[in-house]
C-alpha cells in the first residue's frame, strides 16, 4: 500500500470531516512515522481546509511531528515525582548507550529521546513512552535492554510484555470504587423513575428531543442529580446539576436540537492518575454516567476526550463501548425505551495539558488548536460544533451514574454538607504505598498520609502544579471545596526534598504547556522559567524573586485563562512557605549581574585547550 | 412617552460613554473618542483578546476590554497608574520575545508597537532578549516577509482568510515556540497567492507583512507616528480618518 493509499483510506474511515482531523492525523502518523509536507496537503485538500490551518493543528500538539523524529521515539515523563525516582540519571544513561544528544534525533534516523510532561504513571515511574505507548516502572536494567531492542530495531510488539503493564493500584474504595453495580443498572433504574410520557409517540430522534422537556423520565433523573449536590471532580467544582440543567435548557433557535456530552478525560495535571484508573476498573460506571447524562439533556451523542497519553486504553475502551452496543446500553432504544438513543467515541488527544480546559478541548475536538475560547458564551450554550454542551469530568460522570441508581438523597448523605460524596486522590511521591485512595469529603491530608505510608512530611502539592502547596502547619486542612478543592492530586515530599526544585520542575511545565495565545501567558511563563532557571545556576538575587513576583500579579490580572492565572501558584507557595530553599541559592540577598564573565570565557577556554587559574577571571571561593 | 433616544452611558476613568446595544468595551470607547491601547484589535474583525494591552478594570475586576460586552452603569478603569504598568510588562514581553531593532527597521514610525513603546513611555526591554531565530521570506517577488517583528496578533490571519478569502497565513506551534506559517507546501509566500492588493498587506501593526522596494519611500521623521501619539490619532475607529500608511 502506498503512502498516499494509507492516507486516504484514513480520509475515507473518517469521511473526510476536517473536524475529526486530530484523529486523522494520529492514525496518520501511526502508520507513516510523521507528517511530511505532502502528507498535511494531501489531508488539507481532502478535508477542504487551508493547509496552513492543518499545519497548525499539526503544529499545536507534543505528539504530532512535521518532521522525523526517529523510527523510535522515547519521550521520558518529567513530572517532578519521576524526577525524584531518577529518570534524569536514567535519561542521560539511554542517551548515552544510544550516542544520542537528548532531543536530538540519530543520525540514523533510528531514534530521539526527549522528555514530555507527565505522562499520569507516578504511582509506578519512572515512566516514559516508546512511541507514545505508555512504559512504567525503568530501571537501568530496562534502559539496556531497550537500547540493545531499539539498536536491533526489534518491533514494539517484540518487546517484554510487563513493560507496557499498567497497575491499578487502588489501595482504599469507596462507593465509586467499590461499586457493584451492573452495566444498565442506572440507566434501568432512570427509565424505572418516571412515565414516558409522549415519548412512545416519537418515532423518530429529533422529535424525541424536542418532546424532552415535557418528558418526566429526565426531569426526574435530573432532579436526582440536583438533590445530590454533585460538583465537578475537575477541579473547578462547579454544580452539576445546574451545568446540566442550563445544557436541556439552551435554545436551539437553528432547528439544529443537537446536543452533545463529553468526558474530559484529558488528565493532564501533573500527579493526577486517578481517570486513568476509573477508564480501567470502571469503564461502564463512566460511560454509564455520560448516558444518564444524554438521557437528561436529550444529548445522542457523547465524546471521551482521553489523553494521548493514555492511547493505550483506547482498544479496551472502544472493546467496552461495543459490549455495552450489544447489550443495547449504547445505540438506539437503550433500556428498551424507544426513542432514548445515545452512543460514544474516544477521541484521542495529543500531548496538550491546555486541552484540559474545557472550550480548549472542544476546540481540539472540532480538530483545531487546543486554545482556550473567550466566554460567554459557555459550552452549555455554545459548546460543540457551537451546540448546547456538557463536559465534565471522568469521576464526575462516575458519580452521576450511581446518583442515578441510588438517588441524590443517598449520595448527599457522603461527604461535607458543602461537598458531597466522595473524592479520589492520586497519591504519589514519598510513601510507601502511592496509588489511589477514594476518600469522602472531608478527610484531612493529616488522616491520608498515615494511610499512603508517608513519613517525615515536609510539603504536599494538593491538586497539582495548578493547586496549591501545603506545609506541615496545614496539614489539618480538609479535601472538601470549602477547603482544599482538587482534582485528585496529591504529591508527597519529605524533609529531604528540596521545595525550589519542585517549584521549578513546575515553572518548565508550564512553560511547556502555554498554548501561546496571550501574551502574558505565552511570554510571562518563559520568563518564570528562566528566572527559577537563573536561580538554580546561582545567579538569582533579590530582585529575581521581586521579578516572580511582579510576573505573578500580571499573569493574575491578564491571562486570558486558568493556565496563566496558575502558572505562577507552585512559585508563590513555595516562596512563601520555603522561602530559604530560594534565599540558600542567591549569591547574596542582593544585586547580583545575570551575566558572569567568567563563564562566558568558558569557549575560549575550550578552544585554547587551558583550563588553568590564569585562563580564570575569579576563582570560587 | 419615553425619549427614544436617549442613550444609555457607562463610565471610563469617571467619563460618561455612550455606548450602542451589543458593543464592546473598545468599540464604545474608540468611537466616542477615548483610546484603550491596543494591538491585536481591528474594527473590521471579531475581537478575540490575545495581546491583552487592553486590559482594564471592570468595577474592580481585570477584564479585556476589545471582548467585553458593555453593560450600562460599569465603571471602567484604564488610565490608572497600575494598568499603565501592567501594559508596559505586555509591550516589554512583545519586545524582547521578538528582535526588534527599531532604528533599522523600515516601519519605524509606522509601527503600532513602536508607537506604544513611546506613549506608554517603555524606557527599556526590561527582560533578557531571547532572540528567537526566525529567518526571513523574500521568496515572493513583491513582498518580504520578516517574522522576526511578529507580534502574533493575527491580523493577517483574519484579514486574509475573512476578507481575502485567501487564507494565506495561520499559527503553528505553541506557547514561546508558537509562530506565523504561510499556506503551502514549501511554507513560502512565493508559493501563495499572495497580492499586494491584499487586505493582509496593510494590517500588520509592526513591520512583518512589508512591500518590496517602497520602504523608506516616506523618510524617518515624517511618519505616522513621528511627531502625534498613538493615543492621539488612533486609526482604527470605523470614523476616523487616519489609517493605515501603505
Not at chain 1, 85 to 99: F, H, Q, S, V, Y
Not at chain 1, 285 to 301: H, P
Not at chain 1, 452 to 465: E, L, N
Not at chain 1, 586 to 595: C, V
Amino acid at each position: 500500500m502506498s503512502e498516499t493509499d494509507v492516507i486516504d483510506a484514513i480520509l475515507d474511515r473518517h469521511r473526510r470531516d476536517g473536524t475529526r482531523l486530530m484523529q486523522i492525523l494520529r492514525e496518520t502518523q501511526e502508520q507513516l512515522g510523521w507528517l511530511a509536507p505532502a502528507t498535511l496537503t494531501r489531508i488539507a485538500v481532502a478535508i477542504d481546509w487551508p493547509r496552513a490551518k492543518v499545519e497548525g493543528t499539526a503544529g499545536f500538539y507534543s505528539f504530532f511531528h512535521t518532521r522525523p523524529l526517529g523510527r523510535y521515539r522515547v519521550l521520558w515523563s518529567d513530572n517532578i515525582t519521576d524526577r525524584m525516582l531518577g529518570n534524569a540519571d536514567l535519561t542521560r544513561m539511554m542517551c548515552e548507550k544510544l550516542w544520542l544528544e537528548a532531543g536530538r534525533v540519530s543520525e540514523d534516523g533510528l531514534v530521539s529521546v526527549d522528555t514530555t510532561s507527565c505522562t499520569g504513571m507516578c504511582d509506578q515511574g519512572p515512566a516514559l513512552l516508546v512511541n507514545y505507548r505508555a512504559v512504567t516502572r525503568m530501571t537501568p536494567q530496562r534502559v539496556e535492554q531497550m537500547v540493545e531492542l531499539i539498536r536491533n530495531e526489534a518491533p514494539l510488539a517484540d518487546w517484554p510484555a510487563e513493560w507496557f503493564a499498567v497497575a491499578d493500584n487502588i489501595r482504599r474504595g469507596d462507593i465509586l470504587l467499590n461499586n457493584a453495580m451492573q452495566p444498565g443498572d442506572a440507566l434501568r433504574a432512570c427509565v424505572a423513575r418516571g412515565p414516558a410520557a409522549g415519548k412512545e409517540a416519537s418515532s423518530n430522534d429529533r422529535s424525541w428531543r424536542e418532546t424532552v422537556v415535557a418528558n418526566p423520565g429526565p426531569a426526574l433523573a435530573l432532579e436526582e442529580i440536583k438533590l445530590s449536590n454533585l460538583r465537578g471532580r475537575g477541579g473547578a467544582g462547579f454544580t452539576t446539576g445546574l451545568k446540566w440543567e442550563a445544557c436541556r435548557s439552551a435554545s436551539v433557535a437553528d432547528g439544529d436540537s443537537r446536543r452533545f456530552i463529553v468526558c474530559n478525560a484529558d488528565e493532564g495535571e501533573p500527579g493526577t492518575f486517578k481517570d486513568r484508573v476509573l477508564l480501567t476498573a470502571q469503564p461502564d460506571l463512566v460511560f454509564e454516567g455520560m448516558t444518564v447524562a444524554g438521557y437528561v439533556v436529550g444529548a445522542t451523542q457523547g465524546y471521551v476526550y482521553l489523553r494521548g497519553e493514555y492511547r493505550y486504553l483506547l482498544d479496551p475502551l472502544n472493546a467496552v463501548l461495543a459490549r455495552r452496543r450489544a447489550q443495547g446500553l449504547l445505540g438506539r432504544g437503550i433500556a428498551g425505551q424507544a426513542g432514548f438513543s445515545f452512543d460514544i467515541e474516544i477521541h484521542l488527544g495529543a500531548g496538550a495539558y491546555i486541552c484540559g480546559e474545557e472550550s480548549a478541548l472542544i476546540e481540539s475536538l472540532e480538530g483545531k488548536r487546543g486554545v482556550p475560547r473567550n466566554r460567554p458564551p459557555y459550552p452549555i450554550t455554545h459548546g460543540f460544533l457551537n451546540r448546547p454542551t456538557v463536559v465534565n469530568n471522568v469521576e464526575t460522570f462516575a458519580a452521576s451514574a450511581l446518583i442515578a441508581l441510588q438517588g441524590g438523597e443517598w449520595f448527599r448523605g457522603i461527604g461535607t454538607s458543602k461537598s458531597s460524596g466522595t473524592k479520589i486522590l492520586s497519591i504519589s511521591g514519598d510513601c510507601l504505598h502511592p496509588g489511589i485512595y477514594e476518600y469522602p469529603f472531608g478527610v484531612t491530608i493529616a488522616q491520608v498520609l498515615p494511610a499512603c505510608g508517608a513519613r517525615d512530611v515536609h510539603a504536599v502539592q494538593v491538586s497539582g502544579p495548578s493547586g496549591i502547596c501545603i506545609d506541615e502547619t496545614e496539614f489539618k486542612r480538609r479535601i472538601a471545596f470549602e477547603d482544599i478543592p482538587t482534582a485528585g492530586a496529591m504529591m508527597i515530599f519529605n524533609d529531604q526534598r528540596d521545595m525550589f526544585e519542585v517549584a521549578r520542575n513546575f515553572a518548565h511545565f508550564f512553560a511547556h504547556e502555554s498554548c501561546g495565545f496571550c501574551t502574558p501567558c505565552r511570554v510571562g511563563t518563559s520568563l518564570l522559567k528562566n528566572c527559577m532557571d537563573k536561580i538554580a545556576d546561582g545567579h538569582g538575587s533579590q530582585h529575581t524573586m521581586n521579578e516572580i513576583f511582579q510576573i505573578n500579579r500580571l499573569l493574575q490580572m491578564a491571562s486570558h485563562c486558568g493556565l496563566g492565572h496558575t502558572a505562577c501558584n507552585p512559585m508563590f507557595d513555595t516562596l512563601k512557605k520555603f522561602r530559604p530553599a530560594y534565599e540558600r541559592r542567591l549569591k547574596t540577598l542582593d544585586f547580583e549581574a545575570s551575566f558572569d564573565l567568567d563563564s562566558a570565557l568558558a569557549q575560549a577556554r575550550q578552544m585554547t585547550g587551558r583550563d588553568d587559574a590564569g585562563s580564570h577571571l575569579e576563582t570560587q571561593s | 412617552m419615553s425619549r427614544m433616544n436617549e442613550q444609555q452611558v457607562f463610565l471610563i476613568d469617571g467619563r460618561d460613554v455612550p455606548f450602542a446595544p451589543g458593543q464592546t468595551v473598545m468599540q464604545a470607547a474608540l468611537d466616542a473618542g477615548v483610546y484603550i491601547p491596543h494591538l491585536c484589535f481591528h474594527p473590521q474583525f471579531k475581537p478575540h483578546g490575545s495581546c491583552k494591552l487592553c486590559t482594564v478594570k471592570v468595577n474592580g475586576r481585570p477584564a479585556t476590554s476589545c471582548t467585553l460586552p458593555v453593560a450600562a452603569g460599569m465603571e471602567i478603569e484604564s488610565e490608572t497608574a497600575e494598568l499603565k504598568d501592567k501594559r508596559r510588562m505586555l509591550l516589554q514581553m512583545l519586545f524582547v520575545e521578538g528582535n526588534h531593532f527599531c532604528p533599522s527597521c523600515e516601519k519605524s514610525g509606522n509601527c503600532k508597537l513602536q508607537a506604544l513603546a513611546y506613549d506608554l513611555g517603555m524606557m527599556s526591554p526590561h527582560y533578557d532578549h531571547f532572540f528567537p531565530d526566525r529567518p526571513v521570506d523574500a521568496t515572493h517577488p513583491e513582498i518580504l516577509l520578516d517574522f522576526n517583528r511578529c507580534i502574533l496578533c493575527e491580523l493577517c490571519v483574519r484579514a486574509s482568510g475573512e476578507v481575502d478569502r485567501k487564507n494565506v497565513f495561520a499559527l503553528s506551534g505553541r506557547g514561546i515556540t508558537k509562530h506565523l506559517i504561510v499556506n503551502s507546501e514549501s511554507g513560502r509566500l512565493g508559493d501563495t497567492d499572495m497580492s499586494t492588493t491584499d487586505m493582509a498587506m496593510s494590517v500588520c501593526p509592526v513591520g512583518v507583512i512589508l512591500k518590496k522596494r517602497v520602504g523608506f519611500a516616506v523618510p524617518v521623521g515624517q511618519r505616522k507616528y513621528d511627531t502625534i501619539p498613538i493615543s492621539e490619532q488612533f486609526g482604527d475607529a470605523p470614523n476616523a480618518v487616519l489609517e493605515q500608511t501603505r
